[in-house]
Every structure is written in C-alpha cells, then in structure tokens.
C-alpha cells in the first residue's frame, strides 16, 4: 500500500526562525541527520520542504466565479510543511515512519493518508 504523510508544522522549529536558532547545533544537526535517514528509508519517495504558509494562496470556486485569497485557509499551526510518500506493507509501518519524522516530537503532527490505486 501506499501512503502519503503530510508535514503538519504546528510549533516546529523551521530553519531561519527564531525558534531554531534557540536549538543547539548538536539539535539542528540531529534534525537534518533524521530528514536524511528518512529519505533514504527504502519505500520513501521524499517530497519537498515547502516555503511558509504566508506565502500560500488559497483559490476556491463559488457560483462559478473563482475567488483567490492570499496566505493559507488553515490555521497556521494547522499549515503543511512538507511530505512525504511511503510504500509499505500496512499501515503499522507507515506510522512507525510517521513517528522518525522530526516534527512528529518538536510541536507538530504526521497525517498518514493511504493513496487511492486504481
């Protein structure tokens, strides 16, 4: 099966912020060292990081007429960071995955979605 995980930041600290700054290097350098086991983990097709919810644009369809909304629709603590996608057996080893990825334990969540195959 294959499952997509979505990046939800809440309070992660991102690269560049305030937040990560108060990490110490032997942090920063643990977080990027746990990405890159990640992206290696056999069955993983890494995503990208994507830039912050501020830069977002939110587009919806009403009585036929499009409506465009800069920044996000969702809470910023609700925001995507990133993703990833996971082939594996079931969805145990999807969330034993879920739970390596760093944010999972500085302040955000890993929603786990299985994919549609057809």
């Known amino acids: 099966m294959k499952y997509m995980l979505l990046i939800h930041q809440g309070s992660t600290p991102l690269p560049g912020s305030d937040e990560w700054q108060n990490l110490s290097e032997d942090e920063q350098k643990a977080v990027y060292a746990d990405y890159k086991a990640l992206n290696e983990t056999p069955g993983v097709s890494p995503g990208l990081?994507?830039?912050?919810?501020?830069?977002?644009?939110?587009?919806?369809?009403?009585?036929?007429?499009?409506?465009?909304?800069?920044g996000p629709f969702a809470e910023t603590k609700e925001a995507i960071g990133g993703y990833l996608f996971f082939e594996a057996d079931d969805l145990d080893a999807a969330i034993e995955?879920?739970?390596?990825?760093?944010?999972?334990?500085?302040?955000?969540a890993i929603e786990v979605r299985p994919l549609v195959e057809r």
């Open 49 to 70: 990081q994507l830039q912050d919810p501020e830069t977002a644009t939110t587009v919806r369809v009403q009585d036929g007429k499009t409506l465009v909304t800069d």
């Open 97 to 108: 995955l879920a739970a390596r990825i760093p944010a999972a334990r500085m302040g955000g």
